[in-house]
């Protein structure tokens, strides 16, 4: 069966460009896969991101951009800028040549806009033909700073290829019962104790065939994703797809007593100061529990069931007052939920409005608007059966529709119409629990619900190739657990005065499983010890003559395999041991770099410390996630970008130097983004000089003799007001400030598959109005095989015609 399924897969794709293959060297100026971008900077250079299976999962351009883009634009002109990239740029996303726009899947759904200081994330739902996509492609996401898309992640899909079982799938009953055959044999639960969710037909694009997906629910708790191939010809449908939607944890691996915890204090050693928590929750029954909006606390002490943890939320014992004595088991339960609620607080101050329900991944809509929703997370200390799995200590559950016995606090349910919320369930082994415990766990809870599904969940192809392609997206296991201990970096870091120090020798060695844990600096490796480098142990970069994978060489290689975890994936556990990359993240959240060589003497990083250092790597970190990295070397990227746009050129170097010595980043890797933006007031990217920023520049420096240098509306120079070196007057040309101002997003756009350039275009040409659900206006469209280009054209007339419609010809 294998082998024919790797027949069938092979046969369909053939026509898509292989991600993996190394591009060849671009003439100066240009860049891309198929060097067709120009570059917008002195130096630039690009990235592809890849499937496991030489798929194109996303593209990114540094020091260059993809297409223009203006803030605010309209959903129906950022759709169709994207669609006139794709069909001029397919070998840049790994299609085959003679795309047209009618081959792409993009609907007319709105578009999800994140605003992430200067650069900004819109994501687009996909189709294939009539079908909704499964997986991690569903949604293409565009990067953009103030002028321009500079990334996208997500496959695009193309229409033109046939899909496996795409002209008679199978049966919706067969499918079903499929599903719960699947889902009991995976999870151990008995199959009649299983009932399956929103049970549809979606396009599979990492298998190209067509399958019947569901969610698999055991009472209210949701345990399983799964996605059948719609094959008509089984009796049992073939599993494509199977995700628990579960994180292993550190569990037991790191356990150490605790007898209480003041943030303030020494947390790795006893006797450890105590601190008094407020009392807050929510009344029930006339009872304060350990509950409220954000975090609900849970003694399943005895609990077999995840139904039987939930009756038993902690009360306060005197009243309304949680005042047990440390080293009970009360204490234990109140200081992890004091310090649960200290990392969300933390972190909600930086996320507010701008987390994701995770119910697109049921294929729902939230209830509630863009910017209001926060997630819940609930946790169940000391369980008597493991519930999130035999090793997992997280996962997300929901409730189906509004009827459950769960107490109200377990329940995320907005009012009106509409399911009940995605919920963060921890379930974590005793009532005292380490500090690295729970930040870590709390970790895997914020990426959920960055950008629900596509760093946390990821793809389980059970017909592929048993193997690891590290720098693809088969990375994104191990990732999970590296950005899970990272957000624990930054909680030490922000919340934990002794332990957040950059001389704590004990805060790595405490999280980590690596073999070469402690921090890179002279106070913790006085010795001299080697520090952890970002490379294979085959890799002649590697120092490593031991050939032991955990020790100073950890990146993950094609032998980390765990079947369990399904084929085509990399091990979960690899990410718990990646010692460069907490080194490094150490090192930039305490805004130093420390020597390559003995001494590890450490100097300042002045840039990112006058950000400061902590807020702009925890704002990266959150950012990162909210892209989907996916891939070791995308995330690097998406945090490299952020900090490049948001805290500029000075600061970006600092950063990319530290990722550099732990070979995280080429040391040489240029400015990922020019995040400029005429009128701003600030001289970034290519321009000349921005209102009253002149980058430091007088009339001697552009070769005049003394006056005011000055600037236009177009950030270039004005040198009017400059005196001319042979005659001493004034000189009387400019750079051309009559000009109207720009933003750079209303270039001319040439297309290569008509030849036609937007804006340019002869009386008679046709095109297609904005869509009545956005502007308001019904215009009738007209046939022409560039109607979408003359579209673009009239973006920069539309603001004339707000108070109407655009229709006739242009």
């Given at each position: 069966m294998l082998l024919a399924w790797s027949l069938l897969l092979a046969s369909v794709d053939a026509q898509r460009l292989d991600c993996r293959v190394p591009a060849a060297s671009c003439p100066s100026a240009m860049t891309g896969p198929a060097c067709d971008l120009p570059c917008a900077a002195e130096a630039c250079d690009y990235a592809r991101y890849c499937h496991g299976d030489g798929d194109t999962y996303g593209l990114a351009a540094f020091g260059a951009r993809l297409f223009a883009l203006g803030p605010g634009e309209p959903d129906w002109l950022v759709r169709l800028r994207l669609l006139q990239f794709i069909v001029d740029h397919p070998r840049d996303l790994g299609l085959a040549a003679g795309l047209r726009a009618r081959d792409l899947g993009l609907p007319a759904t709105p578009i999800g806009r994140v605003e992430a200081g200067a650069l900004r994330l819109l994501r687009l739902r996909q189709h294939y033909r009539e079908w909704p996509v499964f997986g991690a492609d569903a949604t293409l996401t565009l990067i953009a700073d103030r002028s321009g898309v500079i990334g996208i992640r997500g496959a695009v899909i193309d229409g033109r290829e046939d899909y496996a079982f795409v002209a008679a799938p199978a049966d919706r009953d067969v499918a079903v019962a499929s599903i719960l055959a699947h889902a009991a044999a995976r999870t151990g639960l008995a199959r009649e104790a299983l009932r399956p969710v929103r049970v549809r037909l979606v396009a599979f694009p990492r298998a190209r065939?067509?399958?019947?997906?569901?969610?698999?629910?055991?009472?209210?708790?949701?345990?399983?994703?799964?996605?059948?191939?719609?094959?008509?010809?089984?009796?049992?449908?073939?599993?494509?797809?199977?995700?628990?939607?579960?994180?292993?944890?550190?569990?037991?691996?790191?356990?150490?007593?605790?007898?209480?915890?003041?943030?303030?204090?020494?947390?790795?050693?006893?006797?450890?100061?105590?601190?008094?928590?407020?009392?807050?929750?929510?009344?029930?029954?006339?009872?304060?529990?350990?509950?409220?909006?954000?975090?609900?606390?849970?003694?399943?002490?005895?609990?077999?069931?995840?139904?039987?943890?939930?009756?038993?939320?902690?009360?306060?014992?005197?009243?309304?007052?949680?005042?047990?004595?440390?080293?009970?088991?009360?204490?234990?339960?109140?200081?992890?939920?004091?310090?649960?609620?200290?990392?969300?607080?933390?972190?909600?101050?930086?996320?507010?409005?701008?987390?994701?329900?995770?119910?697109?991944?049921?294929?729902?809509?939230?209830?509630?608007?863009?910017?209001?929703?926060?997630?819940?997370?609930?946790v169940a200390a000391d369980p008597a059966a493991p519930l999130c799995g035999a090793e997992a200590s997280w996962c997300v559950s929901s409730a189906w529709a509004g009827a459950s016995d769960d107490p109200p606090e377990a329940l995320q349910h907005p009012l009106g119409p509409g399911p009940h919320e995605v919920v963060g369930a921890m379930y974590l082994k005793g009532a005292n629990h380490s500090p690295s415990v729970l930040p870590h766990e709390f970790g895997h809870f914020v990426d959920l619900f960055a950008a629900p599904g596509l760093m946390f969940e990821p793809f389980v192809?059970?017909?592929?190739?048993?193997?690891?392609?590290?720098?693809?997206?088969?990375?994104?296991?191990?990732?999970?657990?590296?950005?899970?201990?990272?957000?624990?970096?930054?909680?030490?870091?922000?919340?934990?005065?002794?332990?957040?120090?950059?001389?704590?020798?004990?805060?790595?060695?405490?999280?980590?499983?690596?073999?070469?844990?402690?921090?890179?600096?002279?106070?913790?490796?006085?010795?001299?010890?080697?520090?952890?480098?970002?490379?294979?142990?085959?890799?002649?970069?590697?120092?490593?003559?031991?050939?032991?994978?955990?020790?100073?060489?950890?990146l993950p290689t094609q032998i980390d395999i765990d079947f369990d975890e399904g084929t085509g994936l990399c091990d979960r556990w690899v990410g718990y041991g990646i010692d460069s990359w907490f080194q490094a993240f150490w090192e930039l959240l305490h805004a130093e770099s420390c020597a390559t060589a003995p001494p590890y003497e450490c100097t300042p990083l002045r840039a990112l410390a006058a950000a400061p250092a902590a807020d702009a790597i925890g704002r990266a970190l959150l950012y990162a996630a909210q892209v989907s990295s996916s891939t070791y070397r995308g995330f690097a990227d998406d945090v490299a970008t952020y900090v490049a746009c948001n805290h500029g050129e000075a600061a970006y170097a600092e950063l990319n130097e530290v990722l550099c010595h732990h070979q995280i980043r080429p040391c040489e890797a240029p400015m990922p983004a020019l995040c400029e933006f005429c009128g701003d007031g600030v001289r970034s990217g290519g321009e000349a000089c921005d209102g009253g920023d002149l980058g430091g520049q007088t009339c001697e420096d552009v070769d005049f003799a003394s006056g005011t240098l000055s600037c236009d509306a177009r950030c270039q120079l004005v040198t009017e007001g400059c005196m001319s070196p042979e005659t001493g007057e004034s000189v009387t040309s400019s750079t051309g400030a009559e000009e109207p101002p720009t933003t750079g997003a209303e270039e001319p756009m040439t297309s290569e598959a008509t030849g036609e350039t937007a804006g340019s275009w002869s009386a008679g040409a046709a095109f297609v109005a904005p869509p009545t659900s956005e502007d308001g206006c019904a215009c009738d469209s007209r046939s022409g095989g560039a109607w979408w280009l003359a579209v673009l054209g009239l973006a920069r007339r539309r603001r004339r015609a707000r108070g109407g419609c655009l229709n006739g010809h242009v």
């Open positions: 065939a067509l399958g019947w997906a569901a969610a698999v629910f055991h009472g209210p708790a949701r345990v399983a994703d799964v996605v059948v191939a719609a094959d008509p010809r089984a009796e049992l449908l073939p599993l494509l797809s199977f995700t628990d939607p579960t994180a292993a944890g550190l569990g037991d691996a790191l356990a150490f007593e605790v007898r209480a915890e003041a943030l303030d204090g020494d947390i790795f050693t006893a006797p450890i100061e105590t601190v008094r928590l407020p009392t807050t929750g929510s009344l029930s029954d006339g009872n304060v529990r350990l509950a409220d909006e954000q975090v609900v606390l849970i003694d399943a002490a005895g609990a077999e069931s995840r139904a039987q943890a939930l009756a038993s939320p902690v009360y306060g014992q005197l009243g309304g007052e949680f005042d047990a004595y440390p080293d009970s088991r009360e204490y234990g339960l109140q200081n992890s939920y004091y310090l649960l609620r200290s990392f969300y607080a933390h972190t909600d101050a930086f996320m507010h409005g701008r987390w994701d329900s995770a119910l697109p991944m049921l294929g729902l809509d939230s209830a509630l608007p863009a910017g209001q929703f926060a997630p819940r997370l609930v192809c059970m017909p592929c190739a048993a193997d690891c392609h590290p720098g693809t997206t088969d990375d994104v296991l191990p990732l999970s657990e590296t950005y899970a201990s990272l957000m624990a970096l930054w909680f030490y870091r922000a919340l934990y005065p002794a332990a957040g120090q950059s001389d704590s020798c004990a805060t790595l060695t405490r999280l980590s499983l690596g073999e070469n844990r402690n921090p890179h600096n002279a106070a913790c490796r006085p010795s001299g010890a080697d520090f952890s480098r970002f490379v294979a142990d085959d890799d002649p970069a590697c120092t490593n003559d031991e050939n032991n994978f955990l020790d100073l060489c950890d």
